[in-house]
């Protein structure tokens, strides 16, 4: 016990008066340096890269709206809204009253100028042009009838007349056959009447006959029916409803065109022949280019407008009377800017692939000596597979198709 009281116990002690010795650090700043260095030149590189390739692209041309590519467009000046109509539109009527016996059309026929629509009822008529026709025919044979008398006449009158000559006969006598001859001549002449008037009489009753037949006036497309057979019709529709006054309403589809109300405060800025976009309610996304045919030289004092007929540069089968319509009426073409260079407007069209997406923004690329150049756009639709920009291009200018993602303002391109 003794002995491990007195051991020296001195060498267990910690030494806190000796230096400690500190971990050695490993440069971490130096290395974040470093990396950041060789991204940047990795980045520059493969930008360095993209910029120098050249990117194979597919374009096509803006065109102004309604225009050829390369045509120039003007900037809208107002709109109005009115209705497709019919230049040439017509209720079909009957000439005579009777009962409608036949009708051949339905809503949306087309027919033929002159073709038969329907048919009244015409007994009556027919047995006219019968007994016409048999009238003609009896006219016609007392006519040979009358013809033989004459011939047979103007034989005996030449015989006496010889036996005269001779002294074998009286004067009397040859005087007689002669008034024969007269006589027969002047009933040949009746016959020819006759059948006259039997060939008018007959035409009279064709003509009366003819009218039971309701006859297309021009070609187009029957709209609306007016009459159910066995209903009684009239030229002169009766007031108190009993009979029709037309079996069919038509219009000829290719005198389409639309009647806008425009404000009497701004009928000054349109002119016939002004330039238009047609915008029906039925199709929105499409615009149908038009031009003004005819401001109406009168106003509406109620409404306190003006009517502008506006025809169509072109039509389609979707385009139908009555329909809802919005023009707007577009200015001239701006004057081209100096040296030629083209003015972008904005009426311009383009194909939808050609609109892209960057930052939010939809923008288009233009190639411009081998280069993209980055516009940005305000597409709007325009038909099925195109869009209206309202800036940035210019009509005639080759814009990008499907861009890649990675294209970039600048890039280099090349076309195919």
């Known amino acids: 016990m003794t002995d491990l009281k007195s051991a020296d116990l001195s060498g267990l002690r910690i030494d806190r008066t000796a230096p400690s010795r500190e971990p050695r650090r490993r440069p971490v700043g130096v290395y974040l340096l470093v990396a950041t260095a060789v991204?940047?030149?990795?980045v520059f590189l493969m930008t360095s890269h993209l910029r120098s390739r050249s990117v194979t692209v597919r374009v096509a041309s803006a065109e102004a709206v309604g225009?050829?590519?390369?045509?120039?467009?003007?900037?809208?000046?107002?709109?109005?809204?009115?209705?497709?109509?019919?230049?040439?539109?017509?209720?079909?009527?009957t000439e005579v009253a009777g009962?409608?016996?036949?009708?051949?059309?339905a809503e949306g026929s087309r027919v033929r100028a002159g073709q038969v629509l329907g048919v009244l009822r015409n007994d009556e008529?027919?047995?006219?042009?019968?007994?016409?026709?048999?009238?003609?025919?009896s006219a016609?044979?007392?006519?040979?009838?009358?013809?033989?008398?004459?011939?047979?006449?103007?034989v005996a009158r030449k015989r006496l007349e010889a036996l005269l000559q001779r002294g074998l006969v009286s004067r009397s006598e040859y005087d007689e056959a002669e008034a024969r001859a007269k006589v027969a001549?002047?009933?040949?002449?009746?016959?020819?009447?006759?059948?006259?008037?039997?060939?008018?009489?007959?035409?009279?009753?064709?003509?009366?006959?003819?009218?039971?037949?309701?006859?297309?006036?021009?070609s187009g497309a029957v709209l609306r029916k007016e009459a159910e057979v066995g209903e009684i019709v009239s030229p002169i529709p009766s007031s108190g409803g009993l009979t029709r006054g037309a079996i069919v309403t038509m219009a000829d589809l290719t005198t389409l065109e639309v009647d806008v109300d425009?404000?009497?405060?701004?009928?000054s800025?349109?002119?016939?022949?002004?330039?238009?976009?047609?915008?029906?309610?039925?199709?929105?996304?499409?615009?149908?280019?038009?031009r003004v045919r005819q401001i109406v030289p009168t106003a509406d004092r109620q409404k306190a407008t003006v009517l502008v007929k506006v025809a169509f540069d072109s039509l389609d089968a979707r385009v139908l009377p009555e329909m809802g319509a919005k023009v707007t009426f577009l200015a001239d073409a701006p004057e081209p800017a100096p040296g030629g260079a083209p003015v972008a407007t904005s009426a311009v069209t383009i194909p939808k692939t050609a609109v892209a997406e960057r930052d939010g923004r939809a923008v288009v690329f233009v190639a411009d000596e081998g280069r993209a150049s980055q516009r940005s756009v305000g597409p709007r639709p325009y038909g099925e597979d195109r869009v209206v920009v309202t800036g940035g291009v210019a009509p005639g200018e080759q814009v990008v198709l499907d861009p890649p993602a990675a294209l970039s303002d600048g890039d280099r391109i090349r076309t195919r």
Request: glycine share 8%.
């Open 39 to 42: 991204l940047v030149t990795a």
């Open 67 to 93: 225009g050829a590519p390369g045509a120039s467009a003007g900037s809208e000046v107002l709109t109005a809204n009115g209705y497709v109509v019919a230049r040439r539109r017509a209720s079909v009527s």
């Open 99 to 105: 009962r409608l016996a036949a009708l051949y059309v």
């Open 125 to 137: 008529q027919r047995a006219a042009v019968q007994s016409a026709q048999a009238a003609l025919a």
């Open 140 to 154: 016609r044979a007392d006519h040979v009838e009358a013809e033989a008398s004459a011939y047979e006449a103007e």
């Open 185 to 218: 001549a002047a009933r040949v002449e009746s016959a020819r009447a006759a059948i006259a008037n039997a060939r008018a009489r007959l035409s009279a009753s064709q003509v009366e006959l003819g009218r039971t037949f309701i006859r297309a006036p021009f």
């Open 262 to 267: 425009v404000n009497e405060g701004y009928v």
């Open 269 to 290: 800025r349109t002119r016939d022949g002004m330039r238009a976009e047609i915008t029906l309610d039925a199709y929105p996304g499409d615009r149908y280019p038009g």
